[in-house]
């Protein structure tokens, strides 16, 4: 690999995909930087796949352009785009041998006979799956159907790899391995990376580089951490992981920390100012994880925290962790969860919530 | 409490009967043709080959047979040849008109074959063309058209965009990906295709009897005009040897291809 990354080996400038009177994709910008394994997040319908396949050839874009190491490739037919493709059913040739399917993308690339034998075994060796070469697809489970399909895909040495939900077609348990395996085999390659998912735990947890789309639009890029913890907007603390959101006004600034009171009277001391000034109207967010439930006497008061009271309407039981659901006073529910410590609460407990300032962010309107 | 006949005897029954009633008058040709009298009824006396004999000396039959195979094939052949690539067409494109085009080709199904029959011959009158053989191998290939068009389309249905895209996206330019993937997986279907235009060729008879010149008479048609005057055991005969060609050919194709598709999903 050379010593400097192209930070847009990839480049969607100006890209539009309108299906008759859908708009899939709308005039998005996005550079997708050399060797970085970037997730494109979002829910059914946001344009991610869309986006995958004009990238791939598969679809033509309305308007823009899209250049894969500064080549514009709009007018490039899939086939000499030299891209490495898996789909979410796998798509092995049901007819041919888990061999010949390797080999089929070198054969337009011409290699010789002995050439492709070696190749074809790395691949196979890469992915973990060395013997199955004289076997037909259906003679392998799903987990190893799509290891093949990954070994037909960078066995041709692509330029760009291109995932379209490969995990989702997998058992739970398997899809944990797999998610890893690509991850790692990624790594190793140093190959870039797209990879299309509605689901934001393979999103965060491999990616370099997040982009949480809905409707056609990209609504924030960054690394996971930034997604998660610094998420731009209603939508995006929405999609990922489990958030709460209070409707609130900027009362009073001082040292770094925002007062913002709540309906109900009650206030919340909120860390980061960010650009609130007195008088805004925002919208708090909290994780469900990041607040901590107890009984009075559990809760050291520390006042520089946040606290609310509140009863136990619902809860679930997930084996480690319980997830709550708390009404407060107000009637707002807010959903918590927590380790369990000793034993769950219980329906019904009027318990204290405390979280840190740090942890209650704002979004504006 | 004992039942002696249960709902499911009855069914078995009733099955058993629908059988005899739709397979008695077959397998009573196919035995009669082995009948030695001149005219045939049960019961019989003893076996003979004769009538097999007779008809194989007789060459007004055997020219029938042959005009019967050649329109038979050549009508598969060209069905097979427009449908799959029309069937392509409506299933893997979208144009303007796909629905009208696609229900005009499957029309022919619909539509009487007497009315098919007689409209086609207006038109080579309007067109003031003779009746001639290749009149009878388009009006053929018209009337199997439908059964390609719609085995092939439902298979291609079946087989995911996915296994081409993935191809193209592997190299293969739409020429190669059609021969490497989608031809293969399309195969059974196709040979499927041709086997039901060959045998419905092969044994119409209403339209044929438009169509038909005199020097091309097909054998159905040809049945059609002995059993006018008398009938001759020959027909059984020609009936036993017809049955078994359209039963065995079927048979002999399923199976070849299932040989074929073995190993894919």
């Given amino acids: 690999m050379a010593q400097d990354k192209n930070p847009a080996f990839v480049r969607f400038k100006n890209i539009e995909k309108r299906f008759g009177k859908v708009t899939a994709v709308a005039q998005m910008d996005l550079d997708i930087p050399e060797g970085a394994l970037v997730t494109l997040l979002g829910p059914s319908g946001c344009g991610k796949t869309t986006l995958l396949r004009m990238l791939a050839g598969l679809e033509t874009p309305t308007s823009g352009d899209i250049y894969i190491k500064d080549k514009r490739i709009n007018d490039t037919p899939v086939h000499r785009r030299n891209l490495g493709m898996i789909f979410q059913n796998y798509a092995l040739f049901p007819h041919k041998t888990i061999f010949d399917n390797v080999a089929f993308g070198l054969k337009y690339r011409g290699f010789s006979r002995d050439e492709m034998t070696t190749r074809v075994e790395k691949a196979l060796e890469t992915v973990r799956l060395p013997g199955v070469a004289d076997r037909m697809p259906s003679q392998l489970s799903g987990g190893q159907q799509q290891r093949i399909a990954l070994a037909r895909a960078i066995v041709i040495e692509?330029?760009?790899?291109?995932?379209?939900?490969?995990?989702?077609?997998?058992?739970?348990?398997?899809?944990?391995?797999?998610?890893?395996?690509?991850?790692?085999?990624?790594?190793?390659?140093?190959?870039?990376?797209?990879?299309?998912?509605?689901?934001?735990?393979?999103?965060?947890?491999?990616?370099?580089?997040?982009?949480?789309?809905?409707?056609?639009?990209?609504?924030?890029?960054?690394?996971?951490?930034?997604?998660?913890?610094?998420?731009?907007?209603?939508?995006?603390?929405?999609?990922?992981?489990?958030s709460n959101f209070i409707d609130a006004r900027v009362e009073a600034k001082e040292n770094g920390y925002l007062t913002v009171s709540l309906a109900g009277g009650s206030s919340v001391r909120v860390n980061p100012a960010g650009p609130f000034a007195p008088g805004d109207r925002a919208e708090i967010v909290i994780r469900a994880q990041k607040m901590t439930l107890g009984f009075r006497e559990d809760l050291s008061r520390e006042p520089e925290?946040?606290?609310?009271?509140?009863?136990?309407?619902?809860?679930?039981?997930?084996?480690?962790?319980?997830?709550?659901?708390?009404?407060?006073?107000?009637?707002?529910?807010?959903?918590?969860?927590?380790?369990?410590?000793?034993?769950?609460?219980?329906?019904?407990?009027e318990v204290f919530i405390q979280v840190d300032p740090y942890h209650c962010r704002l979004l504006g309107d | 409490m004992k039942r002696f006949i249960s709902g499911w005897t009855l069914i078995k029954l009733y099955t058993?009967?629908?059988?005899?009633?739709?397979?008695?008058?077959?397998?009573?040709?196919?035995?009669?043709?082995?009948?030695?009298?001149?005219?045939?009824?049960?019961?019989?006396?003893?076996?003979?080959?004769?009538?097999?004999?007779?008809?194989?000396?007789?060459?007004?039959?055997?020219?029938?047979?042959?005009?019967?195979?050649?329109?038979?094939?050549?009508?598969?052949?060209?069905?097979?040849?427009?449908?799959?690539?029309?069937?392509?067409a409506f299933i893997r494109y979208d144009f303007k008109g796909k629905d009208f085009l696609n229900t005009l080709l499957i029309a022919p199904i619909m539509i009487p074959e007497v009315v098919l029959g007689v409209a086609l011959l207006l038109f080579i009158r309007w067109l003031q063309q003779p009746k001639s053989f290749a009149l009878l191998l388009i009006g053929h290939v018209v009337l199997t058209l439908p059964y390609v068009l719609l085995i092939v389309q439902a298979r291609l249905v079946g087989i995911k965009r996915e296994y081409e895209e993935a191809a193209m996206s592997l190299g293969a330019n739409p020429l190669q990906t059609f021969r490497e993937v989608t031809f293969p997986l399309l195969a059974p279907a196709i040979f499927a295709?041709?086997?039901?235009?060959?045998?419905?060729?092969?044994?119409?008879?209403?339209?044929?009897?438009?169509?038909?010149?005199?020097?091309?008479?097909?054998?159905?048609?040809k049945i059609f005009g002995m059993l006018r005057n008398s009938i001759s055991p020959e027909i059984n005969a020609l009936g036993a040897v017809m049955i078994v060609l359209t039963v065995s050919i079927p048979l002999a194709a399923g199976y070849l291809s299932r040989r074929f598709a073995r190993g894919s999903a």
């Avoid at chain 1, 006073?329 to 918590?336: A, E, F, M, S, Y």
Wanted: no cysteine; net charge negative.
């Fill in chain 2, 193 to 221: 295709g041709m086997l039901f235009a060959f045998t419905i060729s092969f044994d119409d008879v209403t339209a044929t009897l438009f169509w038909a010149t005199a020097q091309h008479q097909t054998v159905p048609v």
């Fill in chain 2, 16 to 88: 058993l009967f629908v059988y005899i009633w739709m397979f008695t008058p077959i397998v009573a040709v196919v035995i009669l043709a082995f009948n030695p009298q001149q005219f045939g009824s049960f019961p019989m006396e003893g076996v003979s080959f004769k009538w097999f004999v007779k008809l194989s000396h007789n060459s007004t039959i055997l020219d029938a047979f042959k005009n019967s195979m050649v329109l038979g094939s050549l009508t598969a052949v060209f069905s097979t040849a427009i449908g799959v690539p029309a069937a392509m």
């Fill in chain 1, 305 to 349: 925290m946040n606290y609310f009271t509140g009863k136990i309407v619902d809860r679930s039981y997930m084996g480690g962790e319980v997830s709550y659901f708390v009404e407060l006073p107000t009637g707002k529910v807010l959903h918590v969860i927590n380790f369990v410590k000793r034993s769950p609460y219980r329906r019904g407990d």
């Fill in chain 1, 158 to 242: 692509p330029d760009v790899l291109l995932m379209d939900e490969p995990l989702s077609a997998l058992d739970e348990n398997l899809r944990e391995d797999m998610r890893r395996e690509i991850d790692n085999l990624q790594q190793v390659l140093g190959v870039t990376t797209i990879f299309v998912t509605h689901d934001q735990r393979e999103a965060l947890s491999m990616s370099d580089k997040v982009v949480v789309m809905k409707d056609g639009i990209v609504q924030q890029e960054g690394d996971p951490e930034e997604v998660y913890n610094n998420s731009a907007n209603h939508f995006v603390a929405d999609f990922l992981g489990h």
